[in-house]
């Protein structure tokens, strides 16, 4: 039996070779005894387990899951083996409330923030002022966040979303198109890289940002760090985006981060993953 499952979504079943072989290839490149499997597939009925309708019995010692299935995870963590990243990773980091509660409760400098469904507009204004956020609590990849900038387009967007299902949060002017995403994989910083948009208000790579070196100083790597432990997170990245004087206030983290713009800067990702894996395995 393997003792690595590297787990993606069956959309990577399609035009290989792809970012899901290219982590197989690294496992065992690194002497890791892995295989590659689809997380869509796994079911579980009657504590028994099915890949592909066909039962399973033979588990790894470790998995690493490219997504954020909580269900795929519970059926590991019932079993006690060991899933990168674990269901509470990811429900806190899923739910960017969560997160911003955790991060409040650490006393991280962050984006002001309200949860409410039944705040009325002024009173938005009066603590954020204008433009304000919108922003879908369990996004990911820059979907689902809008720019309000008066009472119109606040009462459209009420119209066809579960405002519970947000977060309100301030525009800040000073990180239009730009954050910082610093990449953390168990207790070490890997590195940081500045993330722009030179024609839109996301950063995002998957919303046409472009990636460049930045330089941490020693108080937003221990923070980070910290928020990752408060996660629990094995790899994870933490976002920021850049307020009055630059100073980096807290946006969200991510349990599935992309890492195609460090693998651009030079960071050898897959490898730093799989190092970080094999060093646990060690022990299981």
């Given at each position: 039996m393997e003792d690595l499952w590297i787990l993606y979504s069956i959309s990577f079943k399609e035009d290989m070779p792809n970012s899901a072989t290219r982590m197989l290839d690294e496992a065992i490149k690194n002497g890791i005894n892995a295989k590659l499997m689809f997380y869509d597939l796994f079911q579980e009925k009657d504590n028994k387990i099915y890949y592909d309708s066909k039962e399973i019995s033979d588990l790894p010692?470790?998995?690493?899951?490219?997504?954020?299935?909580?269900?795929?995870?519970?059926?590991?963590?019932?079993?006690?083996?060991?899933?990168?990243?674990?269901?509470?990773?990811?429900?806190?980091?899923c739910d960017k409330l969560k997160t911003h509660n955790i991060a409040?409760?650490?006393?991280?400098?962050?984006?002001?923030?309200?949860?409410?469904?039944?705040?009325?507009?002024?009173?938005?204004?009066?603590?954020?002022?204008?433009?304000f956020i919108l922003k879908y609590r369990f996004g990911k990849q820059g979907n689902n966040i809008y720019v309000i900038n008066n009472e119109k387009e606040y009462n459209d967007i009420l119209k066809t979303i579960n405002l519970d299902e947000y977060i309100i949060q301030e525009f800040i002017k000073t990180s239009y198109g730009k954050d910082v995403r610093v990449f953390i994989v168990g207790d070490k910083v890997i590195g940081a890289?500045?993330?722009?948009?030179?024609?839109?208000?996301?950063?995002?790579?998957?919303q046409g940002g472009l990636s460049y070196h930045f330089e941490l100083n020693d108080k937003i790597k221990e923070q980070s760090l910290r928020l990752s432990k408060e996660l629990k997170g094995?790899?994870?990245?933490?976002?920021?985006?850049?307020?009055?004087?630059?100073?980096?206030?807290?946006?969200?983290?991510?349990?599935?981060?992309?890492?195609?713009?460090?693998?651009?800067?030079?960071?050898?990702?897959?490898?730093?993953?799989?190092?970080?894996?094999?060093?646990?395995?060690?022990?299981?």
């Open positions: 010692k470790l998995v690493l899951l490219r997504g954020n299935d909580i269900n795929v995870c519970e059926i590991f963590e019932k079993r006690g083996i060991k899933i990168i990243n674990s269901s509470y990773t990811i429900i806190n980091c409040n409760n650490l006393g991280i400098n962050q984006i002001k923030t309200i949860h409410s469904n039944i705040i009325k507009y002024d009173e938005i204004v009066d603590n954020l002022g204008l433009p890289c500045e993330r722009k948009n030179e024609s839109g208000f996301m950063s995002n790579l998957a094995d790899i994870i990245s933490v976002d920021y985006i850049f307020g009055d004087n630059n100073k980096l206030l807290f946006c969200e983290a991510n349990t599935n981060p992309g890492f195609a713009s460090f693998n651009y800067l030079g960071y050898p990702m897959r490898k730093i993953f799989m190092d970080y894996i094999k060093e646990l395995l060690r022990y299981i």
